[in-house]
Structure formats: C-alpha cells, structure tokens
C-alpha cells in the first residue's frame, strides 16, 4: 500500500476518533446535567424547604415551652421551704449586744437573737414561757417564782440553769455595772432555789412585773470572773458573744458602708432550730444608703425606715408593724400657760388628728388616751376632745386670751399667746410640726420651734422639761402600766429621766394607777384605771395623737412573720424568728 493511501487511512481513523470522543463528551455531559447539576437544583430546593419547616419545629418548640412554664406559674405556687440565706440591713451601728445594755436598734435587735428571756410574747402579745417553763405568783404580787425548761444549752454545749439567771439579774443591779436598766430592779430580791427554780422577791406588790422578765439572760460559766465595773467593755460583748437564742455569732467585719454582722443557726435551739441556715446584718450611715443598697439587691430587707407610703417603689414588699407607743404632744403643766387647764383644752380640740396623719403619710392606729386600744382598762368614753375649731377658740376667750384687733396673735395682759414646742430631730415628727404650727396658729397662738440636736437615748430635753410643749413618743408595751408618765411622784425625780413629761399632778390619777399596778385580777385592774381614765379626760396634760409603725421593705417574700402583731419594742418582731423562710419551691396549688 502507498504512503499517500496509508496516511489517508489514518486521517480518517483519526476523525472517527474524534468524532467518536466529541460523542461520548457531549453524552457525558447530558449524563451530568441530567443526574447531577439538575438534581443538586432539586436538593438545594428541597434543602430550603427542609430548613424552613426545622425552623418552624424550634418555633413551635420554644412556644409550647413558654406555654408550658406559664401554665406551670398558673397551677403551680411558691411554697417557702427552710433553707436558705436572709439579709437585713438598719441605720446605725453595732456597739454592745449584751442585753443588760443593749439600747439602740442595732444593739437590741442583734442581741434579741442570740440571746433568750425567760418570757416572749406570742403573736396575739401575750406573754408566754421562753426560757421559763412555767411561773407561780403568789397573792400579793410580790413573788413571782419561775421554773426553767429542762435541758436547756448555751451555744458551746454548757448547760443553762438558775445560777445563769440570778447571775445575769444581780450583775444588772450592781452599780459598777454601770447597766442602764437598773433602776427597774431597785427592791428585788433574786434568789436560786434549785437548779432550775428562781424566785424574784419585790419590795412592793407590782403585777406587770412579769413583762420585766424578756431580758437575755448572760453565761455565768463565761463572765463570772470579769470583775462588774470591766463588764461593759469586754469582747463578749462585740465579737464574742455566747446566749441560748435561736442564732448564734459567726463573725463582724466592716466595708466603706458600715458593718457586717453574721450569724448562723444554732442546731440546739430548745424552740426548734430556726428553718433559715444564716442571717446577715449590714448596718449603714443613712436612710439613703439603706435604701441604695435594697434597690441594688445587697440585703432582702431594710428595717426601721421612716417615710411615707407614697414614696416607696411599687416593686416592693412592704410590711408595718403598730408599736405599743404613743406619739403624743406633752403640755407642761408647770408652763405659766399651759398651767391653765382651759388652755389645754383649746390645744386640744384645735388640733386635728386627721389632717396629722395625712401628713405622717400611713394608715395609724389614733392615740385618744393614755390606755391604747385593747389593753386592759381601755375605754373609749374616756377619749379626749375631738377636733373642733370653734370650741377652741371659745375656751381661749374664756382663759383671756383674746383676738386684739391689728395685733397676730391672741393677747393677754399685753402678752403674745406664744408657746415653744421642742421635738427631736426627725423627718416624721417634723412634718407634724408644720400641721400643728399651722393649725394652731389659726388659734391665734405664736409656736416656736426648737429641735433637739442630742441624739443620745436620754435627750438633754428629758432630764430639764425646758419646753411649753413637747412631741415625743413613749413606749407603753403589752402592759398599761404608765405610772412613770402620768404618777406626780415622777416630777422632779432624781434619775437621769424622769418621764411624766406633762408634769401632771393628780390625786384621782395617782390613787388610781398605784391601785391598779398592785392587782393582779385583770378585771378589778381594768376598774382601777377607770378614774385615771375620767381625770386625763378632764384635764387634757396631753394630746394623744397616734401609734407609730415599724417599717418593713423587702425586695422579696419573707414568710413567717406576722406584720398585724403589735410590738412593745422594734427587736419584737424576732420573736418567732425560727419560723421565718426566704427559700421557695414551686409546688402544686392544692
């Protein structure tokens, strides 16, 4: 064969080839378009729709989530349950938790808890046994003879009997003790009878001496060697303290705001231990700062605060206790002025208690005598004069005070009806001053004011009476006793204090209250008081204006304490103390 012949053969082998590879290129193509390009289209397609409806599932998911928790918020309740961390922060700073000298807020209410009585009072305010299993008094209300719970522990396992208890009230009564609670133990006789008898002893019959008994009572084992005049200033007192109440000390410390005060429970409490783990006391240098630190979460509750309804945040839990005080506007009777008693009735019916609480800003319970409301011998016949403008200004004519035309104020003998009214500093009792200033200034009468600058517990103001008037509150506790406000033998008595501010002088009054102090039978007391009850009417040395509350503010639910119980004194509203719960569990509502 030709060359030229074999190189045609081969040209043409060449094209089939070529034409043969171009054929299988395009049917693999047309393959690939047909199984993969145009599928991976579908599954793109499919994969969208694939995401959409997953995204719908995480929906509907999340909403039958939210459903579900709502439901579970509807059947389901926040059951408290023990356990669990509660703080409290007050105004004011820790200096002596001891309780034969624990005075102020602080101090009492600290001392409340680590220390225990030998009575409490219940949540109706009657007395009940706390220490002290039962008591014996006998007929003339001059020996009261207390018997002690058995097995009863301080906090470092020693065991509490009658010598801790004769120990703790003779140290209160020695001089070199210094305690101020001394002079409520002149004339009392302690004396152990076995290990677990005390009897107290009285000079004179006395039947609310029972109420005396709610001091703590101090571990001899621990103190009996500190000499009485060092008792006041030893480290049991601040950082070492040892009692047999519910809670027991851990540690104090400070930071830029105050102190912090921590206590735990105490596994051995004779009442049941306390169903909280711990409590946190935070003190602080002003309402302000308290407040700050509530809003900020730093404590559950702020105690003590004194403002008005109104102006507390809507976010908050608010609880208010009525304290068995009376906040009242004392009228010396010794005052040339008020010494006439026409004069002190004016006062009174021209001041109008209504528009005082509206000013004080809470729902109070109205002071109209020296007895409150529920306490023995109260009787409502026996209120002072209600608020009458004209009946005022009628009884100031008739004492010669008189409108003299161009002149401000009511005139006497060329004289300005003018009276001073002294108060201690204090944003609530100040805004009563503006009402009363006010509205005894439309009598006629020219009031000026001064406000106490002594902070201590015995104002300089209650030692002199240098005041015509004077808006102060007095504590009056579960008992009515109120010899020492209203019996003429406080005028003038040689103590740091003598309280019948009014410098009231009655014989019906004093014959009265002395009957009714010595009788243990609540019926023929409540008789007793009934004179004393007609002569205050009747010579108005006061103006009963209201009870004053214990504030309570929390940024959550405190469970276990009962805010409608009336306190004789703030450090009260631990009596149930072992009862109180901040941890909550959601269970079935039942």
Same mark, same amino acid.
């Not at 054929?23 to 793109?44: E, T, Y």
């Not at 000390?249 to 306390?274: C, H, M, P, W």
């Not at 004492?399 to 002149?407: D, E, R």
């Not at 209650?462 to 006793?481: E, F, K, M």
């Given at each position: /064969?030709?060359?030229?012949?074999?190189?045609?053969?081969?040209?043409?082998?060449?094209?089939?080839?070529?034409?043969?590879?171009?054929?299988?290129?395009?049917?693999?193509?047309?393959?690939?378009?047909?199984?993969?390009?145009?599928?991976?289209?579908?599954?793109?397609?499919?994969?969208?729709?694939?995401?959409?409806?997953?995204?719908?599932?995480?929906?509907?998911?999340?909403?039958?989530?939210?459903?579900?928790?709502?439901?579970?918020?509807?059947?389901?309740?926040?059951?408290?349950?023990?356990?669990?961390?509660?703080?409290?922060?007050?105004?004011?700073?820790?200096?002596?938790?001891?309780?034969?000298?624990?005075?102020?807020?602080?101090?009492?209410?600290?001392?409340?808890?680590?220390?225990?009585?030998?009575?409490?009072?219940?949540?109706?305010?009657?007395?009940?046994?706390?220490?002290?299993?039962?008591?014996?008094?006998?007929?003339?209300?001059? !020996?009261?003879?207390?018997?002690?719970?058995?097995?009863?522990?301080?906090?470092?396992?020693?065991?509490?009997?009658?010598?801790?208890?004769?120990?703790?009230?003779? /140290?209160?009564?020695?001089?070199?003790?210094?305690?101020?609670?001394?002079?409520?133990?002149?004339?009392?006789?302690?004396?152990?009878?076995?290990?677990?008898?005390?009897?107290?002893?009285?000079?004179?019959?006395?039947?609310?001496?029972?109420?005396?008994?709610?001091?703590?009572?101090?571990? &001899?084992?621990?103190?009996?060697?500190?000499?009485?005049?060092?008792?006041?200033?030893?480290?049991?007192?601040?950082?070492?303290?040892?009692?047999?109440?519910?809670?027991?000390?851990?540690?104090?410390?400070?930071?830029? &705001?105050?102190?912090?005060? !921590?206590?735990?429970?105490?596994?051995?409490?004779?009442?049941?231990?306390?169903?909280?783990?711990?409590?946190?006391?935070?003190?602080?240098?002003?309402?302000?700062?308290?407040?700050?630190?509530?809003?900020?979460?730093?404590?559950?509750?702020?105690?003590?605060?004194?403002?008005?309804?109104?102006?507390?945040?809507?976010?908050?839990?608010?609880?208010?206790?009525?304290?068995?005080?009376?906040?009242?506007?004392?009228?010396?009777?010794?005052?040339?002025?008020?010494?006439?008693?026409?004069?002190?009735?004016?006062?009174?019916?021209?001041?109008?208690?209504?528009?005082?609480?509206?000013?004080?800003?809470?729902?109070?319970?109205?002071?109209?005598?020296?007895?409150?409301?529920?306490?023995?011998?109260?009787?409502?016949?026996?209120?002072?004069?209600?608020?009458?403008?004209?009946?005022?200004?009628?009884?100031?004519?008739?004492?010669?005070?008189?409108?003299?035309?161009?002149?401000?104020?009511?005139?006497?003998?060329?004289?300005?009806?003018?009276?001073?009214?002294?108060?201690?500093?204090?944003?609530?009792?100040?805004?009563?001053?503006?009402?009363?200033?006010? !509205?005894?200034?439309?009598?006629?009468?020219?009031?000026?004011?001064?406000?106490?600058?002594?902070?201590?517990?015995?104002?300089?103001?209650?030692?002199?009476?240098?005041?015509?008037?004077?808006?102060?509150?007095?504590?009056?506790?579960?008992?009515?006793?109120?010899?020492?406000?209203?019996?003429?033998?406080?005028?003038?008595?040689?103590?740091?204090?003598?309280?019948?501010?009014? !410098?009231?002088?009655?014989?019906?009054?004093?014959?009265?209250?002395?009957?009714?102090?010595?009788?243990?039978?609540?019926?023929?007391?409540?008789?007793?008081?009934?004179?004393?009850?007609?002569?205050?009417?009747?010579?108005?040395?006061?103006?009963?204006?209201?009870?004053?509350?214990?504030?309570?503010?929390?940024?959550?639910?405190?469970?276990?304490?009962?805010?409608?119980?009336?306190?004789?004194?703030?450090?009260?509203?631990?009596?149930?103390?072992?009862?109180?719960?901040?941890?909550?569990?959601?269970?079935?509502?039942?």
């Amino acid at each position: /064969m030709s060359k030229p012949s074999k190189r045609l053969i081969l040209k043409r082998k060449i094209r089939s080839q070529k034409r043969q590879l171009a054929a299988f290129s395009f049917s693999a193509n047309k393959q690939l378009d047909r199984h993969i390009f145009r599928r991976w289209q579908n599954v793109k397609s499919s994969q969208r729709f694939a995401t959409s409806w997953i995204s719908l599932l995480i929906l509907l998911i999340i909403i039958l989530g939210v459903q579900i928790r709502s439901l579970g918020s509807y059947y389901l309740t926040p059951t408290p349950v023990p356990g669990g961390l509660y703080s409290e922060g007050m105004v004011g700073t820790l200096s002596n938790v001891n309780p034969i000298y624990a005075s102020s807020a602080v101090d009492t209410a600290i001392s409340k808890l680590l220390f225990s009585g030998l009575v409490t009072y219940d949540s109706s305010n009657k007395l009940v046994g706390d220490l002290a299993q039962s008591w014996q008094v006998n007929s003339s209300a001059t !020996e009261y003879t207390i018997i002690l719970k058995p097995n009863l522990k301080w906090q470092d396992g020693q065991k509490l009997t009658a010598d801790d208890v004769v120990f703790t009230y003779q /140290m209160m009564q020695n001089p070199d003790a210094q305690s101020p609670y001394i002079g409520n133990w002149s004339g009392v006789t302690v004396t152990k009878i076995n290990e677990r008898t005390i009897k107290f002893t009285l000079s004179n019959s006395y039947a609310p001496f029972l109420n005396s008994l709610t001091t703590g009572i101090l571990p &001899q084992h621990l103190l009996s060697k500190v000499a009485p005049v060092q008792m006041r200033s030893i480290s049991f007192n601040t950082t070492n303290p040892v009692g047999s109440g519910p809670f027991k000390f851990s540690g104090i410390s400070t930071n830029s &705001q105050g102190q912090i005060i !921590e206590l735990k429970k105490f596994d051995n409490y004779y009442r049941g231990v306390a169903k909280l783990d711990a409590i946190t006391f935070r003190t602080y240098s002003s309402s302000d700062a308290l407040l700050s630190a509530l809003a900020k979460k730093q404590i559950i509750s702020a105690a003590g605060l004194i403002t008005k309804d109104s102006q507390i945040p809507s976010k908050y839990f608010i609880n208010s206790f009525n304290l068995m005080s009376a906040n009242m506007l004392f009228l010396n009777n010794s005052s040339s002025i008020l010494s006439d008693v026409n004069v002190r009735k004016a006062l009174t019916a021209g001041t109008d208690i209504g528009s005082i609480m509206q000013a004080v800003g809470y729902k109070g319970v109205p002071v109209r005598e020296p007895i409150l409301k529920g306490q023995i011998g109260y009787n409502p016949i026996y209120s002072q004069s209600p608020y009458d403008e004209n009946q005022a200004k009628s009884l100031l004519d008739k004492a010669g005070w008189i409108v003299v035309p161009g002149k401000a104020y009511r005139q006497k003998n060329g004289q300005d009806l003018t009276l001073n009214i002294t108060y201690q500093q204090d944003d609530e009792l100040a805004r009563i001053i503006d009402v009363v200033q006010q !509205e005894w200034s439309s009598l006629g009468v020219h009031v000026n004011i001064t406000i106490g600058q002594d902070t201590s517990a015995a104002p300089k103001f209650l030692d002199t009476h240098q005041y015509d008037v004077l808006l102060y509150g007095i504590n009056i506790g579960a008992d009515p006793d109120v010899f020492a406000y209203w019996d003429s033998s406080q005028i003038g008595k040689k103590t740091p204090i003598h309280l019948n501010l009014s !410098e009231y002088s009655s014989k019906v009054a004093d014959l009265a209250i002395e009957g009714a102090r010595i009788n243990t039978d609540i019926d023929l007391r409540a008789a007793k008081y009934q004179p004393f009850l007609q002569a205050w009417q009747s010579d108005a040395p006061a103006i009963g204006l209201y009870q004053p509350r214990y504030l309570y503010i929390s940024n959550q639910q405190v469970y276990g304490y009962n805010s409608h119980t009336p306190l004789n004194v703030p450090a009260d509203r631990f009596n149930n103390i072992n009862e109180w719960m901040v941890k909550t569990v959601r269970t079935k509502d039942l």
